[in-house]
């Protein structure tokens, strides 16, 4: 079985796929580094040239090839992902998802120098993040099959934690 990351950026997606493919020896996947390679700009140029609705078309899009992938892999995706419905369905056939769920604060702590981000290029980051999360959690709830509280919890825990779930997944 997949497994499928979801959670807000900065919410540790890409480090624990990354930890969690060395541990369960099987290929990681991140959707933002595939849009990047397959139109060979970053994420921001996308923003800046084509808009945000361009990009979420891209992820659809990318999502919908993911579905004919053969062969095991961890899915780490982009923070907006889920926030389509078509999406959050794609995201279940693909394998079991996970929401990386972190608090406000911890988010900001970590992303405030980021400049990689467009969506958190603005003058109240902090209270960009605060109005999108409280927008954005019960989607990632409703997108998600497990729930991994991160707060306060090394990426090892994390990766701990996601690995006993899927023992014990039926
Ligand atoms: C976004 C999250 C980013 C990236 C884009 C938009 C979002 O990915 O897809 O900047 O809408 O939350 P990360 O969650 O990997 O930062």
């Given at each position: 079985m997949n497994i499928v990351l979801v959670g807000y950026m900065g919410s540790g997606k890409s480090s624990v796929a990354y930890q969690l493919s060395y541990r369960l020896q099987t290929p990681y996947i991140d959707s933002d580094k595939q849009i990047e390679r397959e139109q060979h700009k970053t994420i921001?140029?996308?923003f800046a040239e084509s808009g945000e609705q361009a990009f979420r078309d891209m992820e659809t899009a990318y999502l919908r090839r993911l579905t004919e992938q053969k062969g095991?892999?961890?899915?780490s995706t982009g923070g907006?992902?889920?926030?389509?419905?078509e999406n959050r369905a794609l995201l279940k056939q693909i394998g079991k998802v996970i929401y990386l769920k972190t608090d406000a604060e911890t988010i900001y702590e970590?992303?405030?120098e980021d400049t990689t981000r467009p969506l958190l290029q603005c003058e109240?980051?902090?209270?960009?993040?605060?109005?999108m999360l409280s927008v954005r959690d019960p989607i990632y709830e409703d997108?998600?099959?497990?729930v991994v509280a991160t707060t306060g919890q090394s990426v090892q825990e994390i990766v701990a934690k996601i690995v006993d779930l899927m023992e014990d997944d039926v």
């Open positions: 921001s140029a996308i095991r892999f961890i899915l907006g992902m889920p926030v389509r419905e970590r992303l405030k109240d980051p902090s209270g960009r993040i605060r109005d997108a998600a099959d497990y």
